[in-house]
């Protein structure tokens, strides 16, 4: 693997680990003790980091080496139940919803039921339709 395509994945999956664990570059430099133009790199695939970093960001997202500088092709589900993932798929599919709903993680099917039904209530009333589908 070339060093370019070595900092492309690093990046994608540093991204997503910080995403997960909700930590910002900031911080992430503050515990690795380096500057945040380092991770700001890291990040952005301009450069790598050190084997000795990237041991101590396993540390801190509980993970293996391999988790952060190899490709995955089947990442985690951004959605913890299926039923939720499906029930935002189809509110991500309506060009008129997409835009007015940011869905949790840990959201229950049902409570994207309630936001997809008001949703599009809040649609009917707009045009004038009132309660007819």
């Not at 911080?27 to 050190?50: D, F, M, Q």
């Not at 409570?111 to 008001?118: F, I, N, R």
Request: charge should be negative; charged fraction near 35%.
């Amino acid at each position: 693997m070339s060093e370019q395509e070595f900092n492309r994945v690093f990046s994608k999956r540093l991204r997503y680990y910080l995403a997960k664990y909700e930590i910002t570059q900031a911080e992430l430099a503050r515990r690795l003790n380096v500057g945040t133009t380092s991770v700001y790199n890291w990040c952005n695939g301009i450069k790598s980091p050190r084997m000795d970093k990237i041991d101590a960001m396993c540390g801190l997202f509980h993970c293996r080496r391999s988790d952060l500088i190899e490709e995955k092709e089947d990442e985690e589900d951004y959605y913890l139940n299926q039923e939720t993932a499906q029930m935002a798929q189809q509110i991500f599919e309506n060009r008129e919803l997409r835009l007015l709903f940011d869905a949790a993680r840990d959201a229950q099917p049902e409570d994207l039921e309630t936001v997809h039904s008001m949703l599009l209530a809040l649609k009917r009333k707009e045009r004038g339709y009132g309660d007819v589908d």
